[in-house]
C-alpha cells in the first residue's frame, strides 16, 4: 500500500565502499528524484528522470550515477563513499514533472539514512 | 539559478497562538510555491501549495499568500497545536522540469 518506498532505510559502511539505494512509486507518475538532506537538515535536489530519461542532474560528483530501469524505479549507486556523503537520501515522485514543466506534488520516500565512518 | 530564502529558522509559539514563516525567491520565472512538513525522522510531507496566478489559498488553519511583484510568499498557522511541532520547508518551481529549490527550513516548535 506504501507510495514511495526506498531501500534500505539505514545503511552504514566504510569509506571507499560502493553501496546502493533502491527506490520504488506505485502511483502510476512519471517522473523521480533523488534528493539530499544534510546533517542541517538541508533538502536539495540531485537527479530527475522522467519516462526513464534523466532531466535534472545537479552540481553532483560523478560517483553518483542514477539508473531508471522503468518509470516505477529510480536507483542510486554511490561509488568510492567518502565521509560528506553520509546524510539522508529521499527518493519521491510526481506526476508530469519532466518536459511537460508542469508542476504537481512530490510524494517522498521515507528515506535511507547513510552514515560513512 | 532560483535561490530560497526562509526565515525565521526557528520559531517558538505557545499552543493556540498564530505562527507565520517567510520565504523569499530570486527567480521571478518561478509559478509554484508548495510548502512541506517534515515531523521528527519522517519524510517531507506538502501541506499546502500555491500557484502565480493565485494571490492566496487556505485549507482549514493553514493559509499561504503570495506576492508575486515583491517575490515572497508566506504561511500561516493559525491556532496552533503540539502536533504542529515540526520542521517547515518553502520551495519554489517552475523554471525547469519538475525542479523545486527548498528554503532552509524552520524549525516550530508548539508549547502546550
Known amino acids: 500500500d506504501t507510495a514511495v518506498s526506498q531501500t534500505p532505510k539505514y545503511l552504514v559502511t566504510q569509506m571507499g565502499n560502493d553501496k546502493s539505494i533502491k527506490c520504488e512509486q506505485n502511483?502510476?507518475?512519471?517522473?523521480m528524484y533523488w534528493y539530499k538532506q544534510d546533517s542541517k537538515k538541508f533538502l536539495k535536489i540531485m537527479f530527475s528522470?522522467?519516462?526513464?530519461?534523466?532531466?535534472i542532474n545537479e552540481t553532483v560528483p560523478n560517483r553518483f550515477s542514477p539508473k531508471s530501469p522503468d518509470k516505477a524505479h529510480l536507483n542510486l549507486h554511490i561509488n568510492s563513499l567518502e565521509l560528506g556523503d553520509s546524510a539522508v537520501y529521499f527518493c519521491?515522485?510526481?506526476?508530469?514533472?519532466?518536459?511537460?514543466?508542469?508542476?504537481?506534488?512530490?510524494?517522498f520516500g521515507p528515506g535511507t539514512r547513510l552514515t560513512v565512518l | 539559478g532560483e535561490n530560497v530564502e526562509q526565515h525565521p529558522s526557528t520559531l517558538s509559539v505557545q499552543e493556540g497562538d498564530s505562527a507565520v514563516i517567510k520565504c523569499t525567491y530570486s527567480?521571478?520565472?518561478?509559478?509554484?510555491f508548495p510548502w512541506y512538513k517534515q515531523e521528527l525522522g519522517k519524510r517531507p510531507q506538502l501541506i499546502i501549495d500555491?500557484?502565480?496566478?493565485?494571490g492566496e489559498k487556505k485549507d482549514q488553519r493553514i493559509a499561504v499568500t503570495l506576492n508575486k511583484t515583491a517575490k515572497h510568499f508566506s504561511l500561516h498557522i493559525t491556532e496552533t497545536q503540539p502536533e504542529d511541532s515540526a520542521v517547515y520547508f518553502c520551495?519554489?518551481?517552475?523554471?525547469?522540469?519538475?525542479?523545486?529549490?527548498f528554503g532552509q527550513g524552520t524549525i516550530l516548535t508548539v508549547h502546550p
Open positions: 527567480d521571478s520565472a518561478s509559478n509554484y
Open positions: 502511483l502510476g507518475h512519471d517522473t
Open positions: 520551495a519554489a518551481g517552475g523554471t525547469s522540469y519538475g525542479k523545486l529549490t
Open positions: 519521491a515522485s510526481s506526476q508530469e514533472g519532466g518536459r511537460a514543466r508542469t508542476y504537481n506534488e512530490q510524494f
Open positions: 528522470y522522467n519516462n526513464k530519461e534523466l532531466i
Open positions: 500555491i500557484r502565480s496566478n493565485v
